[in-house]
């Protein structure tokens, strides 16, 4: 290298490009030094010298950090960035090797010296253009890197080798030392040459990319097609396979079955719609459930009805003990329909308490007229939709329960119980009863229109028989539809038989024993009768029964003896059972002040309710607790009145109430008590405590009181009785005007009790009271002053209502 051909240029280092000659490049350069060179170059019109770091990272290079072949460019623009950096468009011109670097002030120097080519005059340099050429083409082709369209023709028009190799140098992607090694290469073949294998290598590389990239997509294109093909295979597989079967399953079905012409028509309308339906849409369930629905209903099925009165009549004999006149009034009932041939006038409702056998007699009456039987409990049904279902336009929806259970019933001509009817209730979703009334209705109900099928449904052959506990939760429009059947509760010797005749022989026989395995006698069955159960009916009777039944079967698999014959005497029962339930009797042990017991109606048969009365010194506030309902406040109210207005008569001072507090307590204060009868048996207890006069313990009343002391008739009088008997009364005192119901109680309960029929209330408290020798209950007193207690009496007495218990 000889000094003189050295010039002195600033240097501009750069991190990770390599420039070559004939090449244009924007840099953006923000070292400060760099800036000061470039601003140095352009304004002094000179060369620059670029040249590459040797490691891109270095911010502050050094000499030994730059190679020493760069290029000398010409800075064509600056433009001065507001953050201080500099963007420069610089113009590579030709190749030059440092001799020495020098620090300067504000940047570094280098004293160059110019590197043409060499050898550019080899023959073979055209051949290698013309390859260089074809390969760059090719090259492009690849690529990843998108080579511009002008690169690409300038490419092909360049003659000259020397720039045709830093053209495509310039383009070309390869690594930053590569590319500072074809820069050092000054001999020109020899750069061409090198150019050419990298170019070979990158097309290489570039194939087997592509081709293992083609291979990669194609192995998951395939696995995705084929998981794709699978399951349209699938698919169809299943659309012909199961999906024509089923068509042409339906479409058997439906021929088969015997439809009426309307319904015929609009099932082969659905039909052909499911045909032209996408198999997979959501309507085409909805459809098919619809036709399953049709399919399903009975629409000329029906069994063959006879009726047989005398039969009928076995039939419920064998099936129930006692309920003569229930079974009176149905079979006449029985025998009115038998003379005609569709069914006609009212329904029969039997209204009594659970476990009285409503539901039980229904399954009789089935039997008696060989119809089948089915039974739909309306209890807490509140939805006009529930009887009547939804249109099928709402999502999911079903037709109503009485359209259900005639699916379930399979003919036309059911016994349709309709159990609870009691029980529905109303709210904003419209009346159940409404719709339950078109049901019953025998002008009506051949068109029934559930709002799922929107077909007329034919409901005229069924048999309908409803139940209820309490007639007075059924709406009146349904109750002028129905014949009214009660059933009360049974006395302790019915109970009896019908366990040892109908109760344990059917539970011996669902839990595996032979008739007479167990023997229940009289005294084991009365013991759970009095101690274990509390009920009018026979329903927790029989739950027990079947209870002891597999107590006994563990016991007797247990001991693994061969079997044994039971006797279920009242010991048995207590040592399978445990401890009574139930206090045996409830009349009371004393003759107590203040405390009476009444007769109460609930819908689960009658009770015993116990009425205290307690006073203290205050002011005359009347206090009532014991969760009692608005009529009964104000029975007790007028009871009380009439108790003042009756002061004088019965020794007490008229401003008697003045002085004291009143507390009247119901016990079993939990639970919620209402109604009017109840008016005898407080006032009886009021007048106990203010006269302190005992009352006969075994004595138990019922009674709806006036303010004037007049006594009115009750309901429920057989219950009631029931009650007393059961727990252990022998006295009761009945208002007078329920003298007639007396026949319907049964005659052994009748006779086992001492009835008193009282008109006043006066006659009540007479009979009542226990008085001592020489007592008086009433005094003689002039008629006014009854009168100014009356007017007294029709002050406003404060009340105040504590509850107990919610
Ligand atoms: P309900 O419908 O009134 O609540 P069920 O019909 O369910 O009562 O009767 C409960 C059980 O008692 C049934 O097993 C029924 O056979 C039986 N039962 C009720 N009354 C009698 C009776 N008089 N004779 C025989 N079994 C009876």
Known sequence: MSEFNLVRYPVLPLRDIVLFPGMIAPLVVSRKNSVRALEHAMAERCLIFLVTQREAGVDD???????????????????????????????????????????????????????????????????????????????????RKKIPGEIIKAVGVMENPARLADLICAHIQLRVEEK?????????????????????????????????????????????????????????????????????????????????????????????KLRAMPPMSAETTVVRNYLDVILDLPWQEKSEVKIDIEEAERILDQDHYGLKKTKERILEYLAVQAQVDKI????????????????????????????????????????????????????????????????????????????????????????????????????QNSAFNDHYLDLDYDLSEVFFIATANNLHGIPLPLQDRMEIIRLSGYTEEEKLRIAQDHLAPKQLERNGFAADDIVFAEEGVLEIIRRYTREAGVRDLERTIASICRKVARDRLKKKEPAEKYQLSSEAVADYLGVPRHRYGLAEKRDEIGLVTGLAWTEVGGELLQIETALMPGTGKLTITGKLGEVMQESAQAALAYVRSRAMRLGLDTGFYQKVDIHVHVPEGAIPKDGPSAGITIATSLVSALLKMPVDRQLAMTGEITLRGRVLPIGGLTEKLLAARRGNITRVILPKENERDLEDVPEKVRSSLDITLAEHVDEVLSRALLLREGEELFRDIPLESIYHDVTLSTHNIPVQQIEIGH
Not at 80 to 90: E, F, S
Not at 103 to 108: M, Q, R, V, Y
Not at 183 to 201: D, F, H, K, T, V
Request: hydrophobic letters at 40%.
């Open 344 to 443: 006609r006038g009212p329904i029969i409702c039997l209204v009594g308490p659970p476990g009285v056998g409503k539901t039980s007699i229904c399954k009789s009456i089935a039997r008696a007229m060989n119809r089948k039987f089915v039974r739909l409990s309306l209890g807490g049904v509140r939805d006009e939709a529930e009887i009547r279902g939804h249109r099928r336009t709402y999502i999911g929806a079903m037709p109503g329960k009485i359209i259900h259970a005639m699916q379930r019933a399979e003919v036309i001509n059911p016994v349709f119980c309709l159990d609870e009817v009691d029980k529905m209730s109303i709210d904003f979703r419209g009346d159940p009863s409404s719709a339950l009334l078109e049901v019953l209705d025998p002008e």
């Open 180 to 272: 500072q090694a074809l820069l050092e290469i000054i001999s020109l073949p020899e750069r061409l040459q090198r150019m050419l294998e990298l170019l070979y290598r990158e097309i290489e590389l570039d194939e087997l990319e592509k081709s293992i990239e083609v291979k990669v997509r194609k192995r998951m294109a395939d696995n995705q097609r084929n998981y794709y093909l699978g399951e349209k295979v699938k698919e169809i597989q299943q659309e012909m396979g199961q999906g024509t079967d089923d068509f042409s399953e339906l479409q058997e079905a439906l021929d088969k079955k015997d439809l009426p012409e309307a319904v015929r028509e609009k099932a082969v309308r659905e039909m052909n």
């Open 61 to 143: 290079p050094q000499f030994g950090d730059l190679h020493t072949c760069g290029v000398l460019a010409s800075v064509i623009q600056l433009l001065r960035l507001p953050d201080g950096t500099i963007k420069a468009l610089v113009e590579g011109k030709r190749r030059a090797v440092v001799a020495t670097y020098l620090e300067g002030e504000d940047f570094l120097w280098a004293d160059v010296e110019d590197r043409p080519d060499t050898e550019s005059d080899r023959p073979d340099l055209p051949a290698f253009s013309r390859e260089l050429r074809r390969i760059f083409d090719q090259y492009a082709k690849v690529s």
